[in-house]
């Protein structure tokens, strides 16, 4: 009997976790892409305090790794232009002391990782300054200072969470 139990158990356990993908998903109002969700924040906030409201959320500041996550948030921007049209969005990198850029999760935006900045950017000599997509600039990327008030966009894993310990181990 409690074999016949344990084997139910192991017969779901592996349906669930194995033969179909663990399934992901993203908190009310945020948008799927790939591996991530993403949230457009329509809140004017300096780039520390749009991380910060990130971070709170489970996220960071977007970081933009391909020219498809690129062109995905901006098609959603274009697509959604009502209200992003007119608005800078805050995105997750920023000028370090050493005059390079990094990601806020510490990883560095070197000169050959993707990149969509406008033709000439970056332009600002100043530290202090951050990556944006410019809606000057048809949402392609600009430096400004940091602590200009902008709308923001964050992102979180679609899976969170790993799936949980297979049941022979809860049984044993
Ligand atoms: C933008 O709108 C088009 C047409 O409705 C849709 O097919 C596409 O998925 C939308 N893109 C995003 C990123 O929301």
Request: net charge negative; charged share 25%; glycine share 8%.
């Amino acid at each position: 009997m409690l074999y016949l139990s344990s084997v139910v158990l192991v017969a779901v356990w592996t349906s669930l976790f194995c033969f179909t993908p663990v399934q992901g998903s993203c908190p009310a109002g945020w948008e799927h892409h790939d591996e991530s969700c993403y949230e457009f924040v329509t809140k004017e906030q300096t780039w520390i305090n749009a991380e910060v409201d990130c971070i709170r959320h489970g996220a960071r500041l977007a970081k933009i790794q391909s020219d498809d996550e690129n062109e995905f948030l901006r098609e959603y921007l274009s697509n959604n232009s009502r209200q992003y049209n007119g608005y800078d969005m805050w995105l997750g990198a920023k000028k370090r002391s050493d005059g390079g850029w990094g990601w806020g999760d510490g990883s560095t935006l070197a000169d050959d990782d993707y990149d969509d900045w406008q033709t000439g950017n970056p332009d600002n000599p100043d530290l202090g300054v951050c990556l944006e997509f410019e809606s000057g600039f048809n949402n392609h990327w600009n430096d400004d200072f940091c602590d200009e008030l902008n709308y923001y966009i964050c992102q979180r894993p679609f899976h969170p969470l790993t799936p949980p310990p297979p049941p022979t181990e809860l049984i044993g």
